[in-house]
């Protein structure tokens, strides 16, 4: 296998009791009252869905520390929520969603440049729109924030939102390439909000604009679930963060897995600053498994992760930094969820290319019998050895199992439980009337 090994500079802290930098409240919005509620109900409401059925919610609800509890979750074509949800018998999903469901916590940061695990969507200023997407120069214009331009995502995908070829208009307009303009989904989309009275009554409240004559855009949707998300899952006062404001010192086996979080470990090598992610992409050597990320002419099932959106070798089975707070609520963990276990995922993490020889645990899975080859990569030797070689190397932290039992303690300080509980909570009913899971 070709391996190259290099060393990492750690970051320079101030001192040992405040390794990184606190939050500062200045880099969270306040959104005004009118857009946070009407970003809520929409967030609980399926009528952004092609078929009615989904809503932002199903795949991060906060039941499940805002992700859906499994680690391949079921959009359109499902019964349910979360490890509870099941295939539609009248109209079965065609496969899995390809990536665990990623948590919301902190998303409204001021510092997020990059979004998705690929970081497909990129704050670009070059462009017209402010952001590199997938859509490149037909993206269009009048985001409020990075957060705002990935909510217009999963209303696109099959698999996610928008439905399949032929059962709804949102689909067909997809599978056409009718995105934006008139025709394009979005705005059929927008169309579909604004007929709803209650719907069209806070969009002008929120939106001056709109009470002034300009027509509902689906830019106005994504801002308002944009605003909520950012409010409604803002974590910043765990006991990480009081200790770093000087208010509550960690101590005992917290205060000495943050040492070795931000010493011998290395971990602080990527996971640094107040979001504990640098937002670059390894390769981990992480297990694929499910559906894998293919274009629609191609017929695998890997996922290459950032080499997707850069086309470069070099980013091969790359994925985005993950933020850490809450992480000890947000399993499985993993690009696609293959661990279930936060220690063990720990001791793979710790020496990826061992742990990935050694890898033979089967996660379970929803619904394995409407689904096959869920792990058709895992299970092939070539694959394995694609991934293994690709896989990001630095020295290795000899770790026993009390430095891994305080390296548990110290991410279980990173639990906000406002965060997890919310800030405004779920709706009892949503201006569609359509119902709220």
Same mark, same amino acid.
């Given at each position: 296998m070709k391996l190259a090994t290099f060393l990492i500079a750690l970051p320079v802290v101030a001192s040992a009791d405040m390794p990184v930098a606190p939050l500062d409240p200045m880099d969270f919005d306040i959104p005004l009252a009118a857009e946070l509620h009407l970003g809520q109900l929409l967030f609980y409401d399926p009528i952004l869905s092609g078929n009615r059925t989904v809503a932002c919610s199903t795949c991060h609800h906060p039941r499940f520390a805002t992700g859906d509890g499994v680690p391949l979750g079921i959009g359109d074509g499902g019964l349910g929520l979360g490890p509870d949800r099941t295939p539609d018998? =009248? =109209?079965? *999903?065609?496969? %899995?969603?390809? %990536?665990n469901s990623l948590a919301l916590f902190n998303l409204g940061h001021g510092s997020i440049r990059t979004l998705f695990m690929d970081g497909r969507i990129e704050q670009d200023a070059t462009r017209p729109s402010g952001f590199r997407t997938p859509l490149e120069d037909d993206m269009v214009q009048g985001f409020d924030g990075i957060l705002s331009a990935q909510t217009m995502f999963p209303v696109l995908s099959p698999d996610e939102m928008a439905g399949h070829y032929q059962e709804n208009e949102i689909s067909q307009a997809v599978r056409q390439g009718f995105l934006t303009? *008139? =025709?394009?989904?979005?705005? %059929?989309i927008a169309n579909r909000v604004a007929a709803v009275p209650d719907y069209q009554e806070r969009l002008e409240t929120a939106y001056p604009e709109i009470a002034a004559g300009r027509a509902v855009a689906f830019t106005d949707i994504s801002n308002a679930i944009a605003a909520f998300i950012g409010f409604e899952w803002r974590a910043d006062n765990s006991a990480f963060d009081q200790h770093l404001r000087g208010t509550a010192p960690l101590t005992g086996d917290a205060a000495s897995g943050m040492d070795l979080f931000f010493g011998d470990a290395g971990c602080s090598a990527c996971h640094s600053g107040p979001l504990l992610s640098d937002q670059q992409f390894y390769a981990m050597g992480e297990p694929q498994l499910g559906p894998g990320k293919a274009a629609s002419f191609e017929s695998h099932q890997r996922d290459v992760g950032r080499m997707r959106v850069t086309g470069l070798p070099r980013d091969a089975y790359? #994925?985005?930094?993950p933020m850490l707070r809450n992480v000890t609520e947000t399993g499985p963990w993993g690009h696609a969820g293959a661990h279930g276990d936060l220690g063990a995922f720990l001791r793979f993490h710790a020496n990826p290319l061992r742990g990935l020889g050694e890898f033979d645990t089967r996660i379970? /899975?929803?619904? *394995?019998?409407? #689904?096959?080859g869920d792990w058709a990569i895992m299970d092939s030797p070539e694959e394995r050895t694609a991934i293994a070689d690709a896989i990001y190397t630095r020295p290795i932290a000899e770790l026993g199992d009390a430095d891994f039992d305080a390296l548990l303690a110290f991410l279980g300080s990173l639990k906000d439980e406002q965060s /997890?509980?919310? %800030? /405004?909570?779920i709706p009892s009913t949503v201006p569609s009337g359509l119902p709220v899971e």
């Open positions: 018998p =009248n =109209n079965p *999903p065609e496969q %899995r969603i390809p %990536r303009g *008139p =025709n394009g989904a979005w705005n %059929r790359a #994925f985005r930094t379970k /899975l929803p619904a *394995p019998e409407y #689904f096959t /997890l509980s919310g %800030r /405004l909570g």
